[in-house]
């Protein structure tokens, strides 16, 4: 009987698989790559709904929204600046941390970890020690027009300080993917996030992912519409 010889690869035909092999990883990675970041984008955007609740369920309890948090230490989104309020953690409406977390509470930015999303309102803000500021207001700029127009240009806009003037009342924002802070401070300075320039694009993969509540109780922002 003939001994059964099992045919070997060759060297070329290895390389030929391996070729192959490369080939299609590189066309299927960037697929993946694009649909893991929008499973995120999905999550980000059901936290923000989830954070909105707790605001409008503290605003029905205590007539208000909380004040905006401004680390004057820092003063970069980078860290804890505009991150979650206390309040909604010490009320019991959104899940806290540890005394020796930095976080505010357990609602930490998919696309920054160890930072929670960030919260922006009109009104009143805090600074030093979780003390109100007797003087110094939070403030918002937004676009003339807002929401059916969003013009990028400073000058067609203005800051808004006070609940009762303001169209928007509050914003919460995921810094989304490719978060460049200095880009941000370079091209936005303390601007972002209402207007529409700001948010998300798909194109870019780049921007804020963002809620945002309207003083006729809309809630409108880079979701879409989507819930």
Not at 79 to 93: I, R, T
Not at 158 to 180: C, I, M, N, Y
Not at 216 to 221: D, R
Request: hydrophobic share 40%; with cysteine; glycine share 6%.
């Amino acid at each position: 009987m003939k001994a059964n010889l099992k045919k070997a690869f060759t060297l070329i035909e290895l390389l030929v698989v391996i070729a192959i092999v490369a080939a299609l990883l590189a066309i299927v990675t960037p697929t993946l790559r694009r649909a893991q970041q929008q499973a995120t984008i999905v999550a980000v955007n059901a936290d923000l709904r989830q954070i909105a609740l707790a605001l409008n369920a503290y605003h029905l309890d205590h007539n208000a929204y909380p004040p905006t948090r401004e680390d004057c230490h820092t003063g970069s989104l980078e860290y804890h600046l505009f991150q979650l309020p206390d309040e909604l953690v010490a009320g019991h409406y959104l899940p806290g941390t540890s005394l020796t977390e930095p976080m505010s509470a357990l609602m930490e930015d998919r696309f920054h970890p160890g930072r929670t999303y960030k919260y922006r309102a009109v009104g009143q803000c805090i600074r030093d020690r979780g003390m109100i500021h007797p003087v110094i207001r939070s403030r918002l700029w937004v676009p003339d027009g807002f929401p059916a127009q969003s013009p990028i240009d400073e000058d067609q806009g203005q800051w808004f300080s006070e609940p009762d003037a303001s169209p928007v009342q509050w914003t919460l924002f995921s810094v989304g993917p490719r978060f460049d802070p200095q880009g941000v401070r370079q091209t936005w300075a303390n601007r972002y996030p209402v207007p529409r320039q700001s948010w998300f694009n798909p194109d870019q993969k780049q921007g804020f992912i963002v809620r945002i509540r309207l003083k006729n109780g809309n809630e409108i922002g880079s979701f879409e519409g989507r819930q």
